[in-house]
């Protein structure tokens, strides 16, 4: 079996065990727990984040230089904006965005919107 990566280790924690957070950018209901960062598992090229809108909360319209995005929708519904164009997100939808398209995520449902965010690399530098 081949040694780790530069000595890195797993990491295998319970969602329960990550805090809520209110990342930059998002109104306050839109909230979101870092499950696998640098800072949170030592990962190098992914972050994986699961996100709960509450109603009337949103990202606001933004573009990554480099990143890629793939939105997973768990349960509720929204809207996806994606280079100004809005369409129905509900669970079992998958959105691929690739870098400079501007998209946003809107909860206009009645209830939660809860989605995964996979963003590769982590940062957008």
Known sequence: M???SAGRKAVMRNIA???????????PGAISKM??????????RVDFRISTYQPMSH???HTHKIQEQIYHVLEGEGLMELDGERR????????????????AIYNTGCGDLTFFVITTPPDDK
């Open 2 to 4: 081949a040694p780790s």
């Open 35 to 44: 499950l696998v960062r640098p800072e949170t598992a030592g990962s190098e």
């Open 59 to 61: 990202v606001e319209p």
């Open 88 to 103: 129905v997100a509900q669970p079992g939808d998958f959105i691929f965005i690739p870098p400079g398209v501007e998209h």
């Open 17 to 27: 065990e990550v805090l809520w957070e209110n990342p930059p950018g998002h109104s």
